[in-house]
């Protein structure tokens, strides 16, 4: 082999170094990026799962009537009853979504919203305030463009409690929260024969946790506070937190002993999740 060849061939070899040193960055700098991206990729679904697990989501569904037509004065203590609720819920990090003086279709709309958003770890919170009427015995709210004629026209214009109960339910919120501020005389009792007053019992489905404001079939008046006795009582009681059995059994008392038993409120409870207001976070 002559000189020149040998400088070739050494030439040869230093050229395939570098290509074989160039590859061997290339693959490590790949295999370093695939290696953060699988980390990455864990972070996110270590994150995804921990939250799922150890956290709870909250809704609220906040319905406060207070312009009905056919009534001779407006409820303004059903609208200041579901702002004020809106507010202290929202400070116990519930998600809430309020409706004021809601047509029937407004309440369909508010519901479906509702039903999209639970998931199996939802605690779902339902208020409303207004007019309320049992037909059929379930309990109806009313919308405050409902025309009131006869038993039918509460079952096709009311929004049945029952059933926003049953819907949660069906789509497995963990537990059901429902407080109805509707036990008042209204406008449409002297319409049709078959009329009863109040409300009737509503009945608490799997994890469910239900304060009225009256007993059934029984219906109380308003007084002259910015805010009606139920809800006045329970935005105390909610203020100083604890347990949602607390909050609504306190309330309860309070009432009673207030009124020396003229207004009793009705608890219904079939609730198995230890859920407390005050906490953001968990059940």
Do not use: C
């Not at 060849?5 to 170094?17: D, H, P």
């Not at 939802?122 to 709210?141: N, P």
């Not at 219904?268 to 906490?279: I, M, P, R, W």
């Amino acid at each position: 082999m002559n000189v020149r060849q040998l400088e070739l061939s050494r030439r040869t070899i230093a050229v395939a170094a570098a290509l074989i040193g160039t590859v061997s960055l290339v693959i490590g700098a790949h295999a370093a990026l695939n290696m953060r991206a699988i980390d990455a990729a864990k972070a996110v679904s270590t994150d995804e799962v921990t939250g799922s697990i150890g956290q709870s989501s909250r809704l609220a569904l906040v319905i406060g009537n207070g312009h009905y037509p056919d009534a001779s004065a407006p409820l303004t203590q059903s609208i200041n009853d579901a702002r004020a609720l809106s507010s202290s819920l929202r400070k116990s990090g519930f998600d809430v979504d309020m409706v004021e003086d809601a047509t029937k279709d407004d309440m369909v709309r508010a519901v479906n919203r509702l039903k999209s958003r639970i998931k199996r770890d939802t605690v779902v919170m339902l208020f409303f305030g207004g007019y309320g009427v049992q037909a059929g015995r379930e309990s109806y709210m009313l919308p405050v463009d409902a025309v009131i004629w006869k038993e039918s026209d509460v079952r096709r214009q009311g929004v049945s409690i029952d059933g926003v109960l049953d819907m949660m339910k069906e789509q497995g919120a963990k537990a059901k929260l429902v407080v109805v501020d509707a036990s008042r005389r209204n406008p449409y009792e002297r319409r049709f024969r078959s009329y009863s007053h109040g409300l009737a019992p509503i009945s608490a489905t799997d994890n469910a946790l239900i304060l009225s404001s009256a007993s059934p079939g029984k219906v109380v008046d308003d007084d002259k506070g910015e805010h009606s006795v139920l809800v006045g009582e329970f935005l105390t009681n909610l203020t100083a937190q604890g347990s949602a059995e607390s909050v609504f059994n306190k309330t309860r008392v309070a009432i009673s002993r207030a009124s020396e038993g003229d207004q009793v409120p009705t608890i219904s409870s079939s609730l198995l999740e230890d859920v407390h207001f005050g906490e953001a976070a968990g059940g």
